[in-house]
């Protein structure tokens, strides 16, 4: 139990395109998502925290006009990484809080390497 | 402001032996504590977590140890198996901040046969 499956783990673009990928909760419901971004041999960074039905909150830095969440239902949330740049390049992670169980504890999809050129 | 720190970027272990994980932590607001397993190219994958009601929290060949005193937590993989190999974070969250968890740099594990 407990799967989250994001897509694309993989993509290539060039600069200036958008980029969408997808977090979503197989075997569960998650009222709040999350995505994060590693930079390499780094710790996982927090860029926002996605809710069901309302804005996403964003961390300090982090632009939200570049990186778009959209939380629409109770398994899926999405990251448009907008206008895309070479400084964009990284993985990008999604993790998913499971609304039947411990509160705190999160639940990670496999991650998107984004490379843009 | 690291907040939560594993100053151990890697360790070696004999494969059978005890594995022991480090991290210490700052911020005395958190009150939760977990530790994830990652393979390269891949998102962690939740091992075992202590709340901080408790000194000790056990699940098969992992026990997790917290010192709330010295603000320290600590990782035991007894016995060592060549699939441990892969960086392990240890995080924390607290009852402010949404259940956000703050991560720490990760300590690289290798288990050598």
């Known amino acids: 139990g407990a799967v989250v499956s994001q897509h694309p783990s993989w993509v290539i673009c060039k600069s200036g395109t958008s980029v969408k990928i997808e977090c979503r909760s197989l075997d569960f419901q998650a009222t709040t998502m999350f995505w994060y971004r590693q930079f390499p041999k780094q710790s996982l960074m927090l860029m926002a925290t996605s809710n069901e039905g309302s804005k996403a909150t964003y961390e300090q830095g982090v632009e939200k006009d570049k990186f778009l969440i959209n939380h629409a239902s109770l398994t899926l949330s999405t990251l448009t990484v907008t206008s895309a740049h070479p400084e964009d390049s990284s993985f990008y992670i999604c993790?998913?809080?499971?609304?039947?169980?411990?509160?705190?504890?999160?639940?990670f999809g496999a991650g998107t390497r984004l490379s843009v050129l | 402001d690291q907040q939560v720190k594993q100053n151990s970027p890697s360790l070696s272990v004999q494969e059978g032996r005890i594995s022991i994980l480090n991290c210490d932590y700052t911020?005395?607001?958190?009150?939760?504590f977990l530790w994830y397993k990652k393979y390269p190219a891949e998102g962690p994958t939740f091992l075992i977590s202590?709340?901080?009601?408790?000194d000790k929290n056990e699940d098969g060949r992992f026990t997790v140890f917290l010192n709330k005193s010295a603000k320290h937590l600590s990782l035991h993989i007894v016995p060592s198996q060549p699939g441990d190999s892969a960086v392990y974070f240890c995080a924390a969250s607290g009852k402010q901040g949404a259940q956000k968890l703050v991560f720490g740099q990760g300590t690289r594990l290798t288990i050598n046969p």
């Open positions: 993790s998913a809080r499971d609304d039947g169980r411990a509160k705190n504890i999160q639940y």
């Open positions: 911020n005395s607001m958190f009150d939760y």
């Open positions: 202590i709340s901080s009601i408790k």
